[in-house]
């Protein structure tokens, strides 16, 4: 197990899989269970079910990289939040502690939710070492990014502007301007956002060679994010 680390660092987890679904259905399980407490609270017990899981999400970034730097696995080329993942994690941090957080939380709506979403449907955990703690690590980070946005909307009364979807869709592709180049400076592996090369996961949005991967994650992450848009500011009859 360990050898077989040490060659293939990065851990992916079949969706099809007995492992996959289960934990699938476990997070759907938690989210579900989060929500449906939060509609049958005051706003200000709401607001203290969301400090606590900002906190736990505070904590888990902190300890995760104190641990990886002492024991010598944080790189530069992988552990700044750069990757979508890890900066909508950064977010869930800092939401609650400044003044514009109804704008970043569209942001994190978008990104967060449908980039969390992948990440627990296509699971590769990084430098897995075989216990529980990496393995529940990966899940509770991505299923936080997910579950704040949606406990924001549905329990905290925080709404989508019209045109956030494309606002938030620019806004992405800035970062994307910024991090491409800086994936090409740093070398020696950096794959952030995976501007450099595809990621190395079963999933049927991932393909083509680099750079047309790319130009076909632009499509298709508009129009995600505006089927998300749409999903969740419709009228209900």
Same mark, same amino acid.
């Given at each position: 197990? /360990? ?44 607001? +203290?079910?969301?400090?606590? /899981? ?40 800092? /939401? ?53 946005? +949606? ?67 632009? /499509? ?18």
């Amino acid at each position: 197990m /360990i050898l077989d680390l040490i060659q293939n660092p990065h851990y992916v987890i079949d969706i099809n899989s007995y492992e996959g679904i289960r934990n699938i259905v476990v997070t759907i399980l938690v989210f579900v269970s989060i929500l449906v407490l939060g509609r049958n609270l005051s706003k200000s017990k709401n607001l +203290l079910i969301l400090k606590i /899981i900002c906190a736990i999400a505070i904590i888990s970034t902190g300890y995760d990289h104190i641990i990886d730097a002492i024991n010598g696995n944080w790189r530069v080329e992988e552990d700044l939040p750069l990757h979508l993942c890890s900066l909508s994690n950064l977010i869930v941090c800092i /939401i609650l502690l400044t003044p514009i957080n109804k704008k970043i939380f569209e942001f994190l709506f978008y990104c967060g939710f449908l980039g969390g979403l992948v990440s627990i449907l296509t699971p590769q955990l990084n430098y897995y070492d075989g216990g529980w703690f990496m393995y529940l690590s990966y899940y509770s980070s991505h299923g936080i990014i997910m579950l704040v946005p +949606l406990f924001m909307y549905y329990n905290l009364n925080y709404k989508l502007s019209k045109y956030s979807w494309l606002r938030t869709f620019g806004i992405l592709n800035i970062f994307m301007i910024f991090i491409l180049p800086l994936n090409f400076l740093i070398g020696s592996g950096a794959n952030y956002m995976y501007l450099y090369e595809a990621p190395n996961i079963k999933n049927p949005l991932v393909f083509g060679d680099w750079p047309y991967y790319i130009i076909n994650w632009e /499509i298709i992450i508009i129009v995600l994010f505006y089927l998300t848009y749409f999903i969740f500011t419709r009228k209900k009859i």
